[in-house]
């Protein structure tokens, strides 16, 4: 019923930068919080950032000063601004959003998307 899709990933070299999309649709009655998490290889599953439906935002530490997340809330659209990338920001990248699907039903449920890699090396 709701699907998110991410693109935007790739190979870029260290100090490069990405812009990461993601698009919520199906049966959308809100979105609360969006973010990102990432995977690497061998680790755990980590919050990158994320972001409320007023604005207000969060972040890894490791990714402070570097990464911007921001929203767009007539698309349904969250994306993730990454510069100075380092070989320690590969992973794949997943979207992550709270959906409201109903007027008559205050469930929210946890959506994620399927990934996108992202690879810093040169």
């Known amino acids: 019923q709701v699907q998110l899709a991410e693109s935007g990933g790739g190979l870029v070299q260290p100090g490069g930068s990405l812009r990461l999309s993601c698009a919520a649709s199906?049966?959308?009655?809100?979105?609360?919080?969006m973010g990102w998490y990432r995977q690497a290889p061998g680790k755990q599953r980590e919050l990158v950032a994320d972001?409320?439906?007023?604005?207000?935002?969060n972040y890894a530490d490791s990714v402070k000063g570097r990464f911007t997340i921001s929203r767009d809330n007539t698309k349904n659209a969250v994306y993730l601004q990454m510069n100075s990338l380092k070989p320690e920001d590969t992973a794949v990248y997943y979207c992550?959003?709270?959906?409201?699907?109903?007027?008559?039903?205050?469930?929210?449920?946890?959506?994620r998307g399927q990934g996108t890699q992202v690879t810093v090396s040169s």
């Open positions: 199906g049966r959308i009655f809100s979105i609360s919080a």
């Open positions: 972001i409320t439906s007023s604005g207000s935002t």
């Open positions: 992550n959003a709270f959906i409201r699907t109903s007027a008559q039903r205050m469930a929210i449920t946890n959506y």
